[in-house]
Every structure is written in C-alpha cells, then in structure tokens.
C-alpha cells in the first residue's frame, strides 16, 4: 500500500487473474483445469484487474460483425444451391435427360434437384454432431467447402449426350453433395447469431441470417438472366455453366469470412463445463421428440411454396402457358429483392407479437392463396404473373423462413441445439421441398394439365404448419437454456 491508501503496481499486477508483462507467460499456461476461468474475448480488464463488461457501443459493434458474417456467408451457400434450381427448369431436362416427352424430362430434372433436398438431412445429422460436440465454427468452414466443390464441378460435367447415362449419374452425386453442405451449414450459420442476440431481439437478428437466401437467389437468378440472354445455342452449349464456375471465387471469400468468426458463448460455457452431448442425436429422438416433430411440421407449408412458387412456377409457365422464362425469372428476382426488407420486418414483428402469431398469420395466407395464385398465372399478363409470384414467395414462404431460424434454435437446449435445429429443419425442407416440384409436376401429368390437385396440395402442408404451430411453445423475448 502506498502513501495515498491505493494498492502499489506490483499489489494490482499480482491480484489481477490475468494480468502479465508482454512476453511473460501466464501462470495459467496450457492448463485444462484453468480453462474455464480465463477471461473471454469479449471481456475487459479495468486497471485494479477485474473483469469488466464491454460497453453497449462495444456489444452493439460486435454483434453487427457476428450477423453480417453470417450473412455473407450464408449468401454463398444458398447462392450455391439455388443456381441448380433455375438450371434444373431451364437446362438439365433439355441437356441431362433428353426423353422426348418434355414433361416427362421435366419429372425427370426435378427428381434431382429433389436429390439435393433429401441429402440434406443427413448433412444435418452428420454436421450437427459434431457442432454439438466440437462447435459451431469448425462445421461451418467445412460445410462452405464442400458446398462450393459439388457446385464448381456440375459447371465441368459432361452432356449426356456426350458420355451418356454417366451424366445423369454424375449431376445426381454432386447434387447430393451440395445437399450435405447446405444440410450441415444452416444450423451452425443460424446458431452463431442466435446465440449471441439478446433475447428481446432474437427474432430479429436471428432472421437476419435468412436474409442471406435471397441474396444468394438474387445472385443466382441475376446471373442466370444474364447468361440466357446469349443465343440458345451458346446458352445451352456454355453460358449455363458460368454461374456454376463462378462460386470457387465465393467459396474462397466466403470460407475467409468464416475463419475469422469467434466460437458461440453458449458453445464455450458447455465446453468449459464438459457438458457437450455425446450423441445428440440419441438425446433427441429418445427424450426430445416433440420438439423435433414440431420443427419438422413448422417447415412443411413454407417450404411447398418456396418449391412451387419459386420453381415449379418458372416451368410450368414457360412450357404449359408458352411464357417466356425472361418473366418469370424476373417475378422470382424481384421476390428476393423485397426479401432483403421483409425477412428482418417480420423477425421484428415476432420479437413484438410472438412467434405463434405471425406463423398462425402465414398458414391462413398459405391455404387462401393456392387455388387463386394459378388462377392469376393463367392470365398470362406479365405484370399479374409478376405480382403473384412476389405475394406467393413473400407471405407464403418469408414470414415463416424468416422468423423459423430462431425459433427452431429456441426449441432446443444449448447442448443439442445444432442437430435439433438443423436436422428437424433440413427433415421438413426434404419432406416437403424437395419432393414438391417432383409431386407438382406429377399431379398435373396425372390430372390433364389441371393445377386443382396442386393447390389442394398446398391447403394439405398449410393444415400441418398451423398444426406444428398450435403445438409449439411460445419463445419470443425469453431466455435460452
């Protein structure tokens, strides 16, 4: 103690826990046992040696970094996975599976981008094992690799008319690739916000990560637009491989965003506690299941409009209403446009009226607007189609994509956050994604070219939303565990 009554430098320096001279070693070290009491990066050190809260500039700073991460690297993903939905009606019936009825090649084209969908459940249970057990950062560098190589490659294959039913074949393994990738890399993506945002603004935030599929889509599409313009002999010859060639340069700046993120503070604490799930996996299906089926239910209504709306649609209007696919690509671009807005608008909206709400509001939408939304495309008057694709995507997709990160994330503990999340998510998205353009077009083949059976579809995965939804607890503004 000094003169003054104030401890002496050499009394603060030796209370401080992790106080040292540059180029000292600490008196922690290596040692496992003192892990958990080091200080974490977000911590601050005051001049007695305590450890300090960052300031609410600080906090604010940090999670616009997290969420912006998040999103440009989840742009890359979806960006990844969405270019093979325009090929899918555009190019590979037409260059993959050349039968001679066009609707059939276009049963056939859909079945494997169908593929991709029914992957990526078991990306999500391979990847949210070991984000559960090892953390969320690591998954989401492999994940954005893997990704980015199946996609890379489809833009190399050969034709089927140049190696025969090898094409086919190899378009089919390398869709199933980017399925895995995708299936592993939302939940991690979703978590390292979610679980970072405060728990008045977690639908916001956590919608924020979503907003990187309409930029990836954005991306796709706009490329797209741009490659079809090109005769369509060179269309058809090489201009659809660019966009497929172009994501190694996105794989890159995506994976460099990444590597630079902070593992969770909900991960860390498990970790320091040796409290992460063995087999996550095991934990949910035998004492989580009604959490998981309610995920998997909250998935079904949206993604059958994102399928039908997004996709099916650029099909059926360029081959059963003779549209040009200029329009309807241009429908789905504008879409994702307004999605930049809408999908944080309604993670707000969840944060002030509740989760159960605004899904109640989007299953209503869903089953009120399957029977008039072909109704409108049959008019074949641009602007109409323009506009109905936009209402369909943004109200029957948005809302519940939007506000489902968090929530599916909210239904879970911290120790088997990842798989529950993205496996009842990934599950839901195969169930009724992937399978949706395929069954589309099959009911219409078996119905004349009628679209009733399609829409009575749609009211049928409306129905088992509003039900998962009546099931689920409310979580908005309430703390995680």
């Given at each position: 103690m000094n003169n003054t009554g104030e401890p002496?430098?050499?009394?603060?320096?030796?209370?401080?826990?992790?106080?040292?001279?540059?180029?000292?070693?600490?008196?922690?070290?290596?040692?496992?046992?003192?892990?958990?009491?080091?200080?974490?990066r977000e911590a601050f050190m005051t001049y007695t040696g305590t450890l300090a809260p960052p300031s609410a500039a600080v906090e604010r700073n940090e999670m616009r970094r997290i969420v912006w991460s998040s999103v440009i690297g989840t742009a890359v993903e979806w960006y990844d996975f969405l270019i093979y939905a325009a090929a899918t009606a555009l190019v590979f019936n037409k260059l993959f599976f050349p039968v001679g009825d066009p609707a059939l090649a276009t049963i056939a084209a859909f079945g494997t981008y169908a593929v991709g969908f029914l992957a990526r459940p078991l990306g999500a249970?391979?990847?949210g094992h070991y984000g559960?057990?090892?953390?969320?950062?690591?998954?989401?560098a492999t994940t954005i690799v893997i990704m980015g190589l199946g996609t890379f490659c489809i833009g190399l294959l050969p034709t089927y008319e140049q190696i025969g039913i090898a094409a086919p074949i190899l378009l089919l393994i390398l869709r199933f690739l980017q399925?895995?990738?995708?299936?592993?890399?939302?939940?991690?993506?979703?978590?390292?916000?979610?679980?970072?945002?405060?728990?008045?603004?977690?639908?916001?935030?956590?919608?924020m990560v979503q907003v990187g599929n309409p930029i990836g889509n954005l991306a796709a599409i706009g490329i797209f637009a741009l490659v079809s313009q090109l005769p369509d002999s060179a269309f058809l010859s090489w201009g659809w491989r660019l966009p497929f060639l172009l994501s190694i340069v996105l794989i890159a700046v995506g994976l460099f965003i990444r590597l630079k993120l902070d593992e969770t503070p909900a991960f860390?604490?498990?970790?320091?506690?040796n409290a992460c799930a063995q087999a996550p996996l095991v934990e949910i299906f035998r004492d989580h299941r009604r959490p998981f089926f309610t995920a998997v239910g909250l998935k079904i209504a949206e993604i059958s409009y994102a399928s039908i709306a997004g996709v099916f649609v650029i099909s059926y209007a360029t081959v059963q209403l003779g549209m040009p696919r200029s329009t309807i690509l241009?429908?789905?671009?504008?879409?994702?446009f307004i999605a930049l807005f809408t999908i944080p608008l309604f993670g707000w909206m969840s944060d002030k009226l509740g989760r159960k709400t605004m899904f109640f509001l989007s299953c209503l939408f869903c089953a009120g607007f399957a029977f008039p939304m072909f109704s409108l495309l049959e008019t074949r008057d641009p602007a109409i189609v323009t506009a109905t694709i936009v209402v369909a995507i943004s109200c029957g997709q948005m809302v519940m994509f939007g506000i489902g990160a968090p929530w599916y994330s909210e239904l879970?503990?911290?120790?088997?956050?990842?798989?529950?999340?993205?496996?009842?998510?990934q599950i839901g998205a195969a169930l009724s994604g992937g399978l949706t353009p395929f069954i589309a077009a099959a009911l219409m083949q078996w119905s004349g070219g009628g679209t009733w059976p399609i829409s009575l579809?749609?009211?049928?995965?409306?129905?088992?939303?509003?039900?998962?939804?009546?099931?689920?607890?409310?979580?908005?503004?309430?703390?995680?565990?």
């Open positions: 002496s430098p050499e009394r603060l320096r030796a209370s401080a826990p992790d106080a040292r001279l540059p180029g000292r070693r600490s008196r922690t070290g290596n040692d496992p046992a003192c892990a958990s009491q080091r200080p974490s249970a391979i990847f559960d057990k090892l953390g969320r950062k690591a998954m989401l399925g895995i990738g995708i299936g592993g890399e939302w939940g991690g993506a979703v978590l390292m916000v979610v679980e970072n945002a405060p728990a008045k603004r977690r639908g916001l935030f956590g919608s860390r604490e498990m970790k320091a506690k241009n429908g789905v671009w504008l879409s994702s879970f503990t911290a120790r088997l956050r990842y798989s529950g999340a993205s496996l009842g998510f579809y749609l009211i049928g995965c409306a129905l088992i939303t509003a039900f998962a939804t009546f099931m689920a607890p409310e979580t908005a503004r309430k703390e995680m565990i």
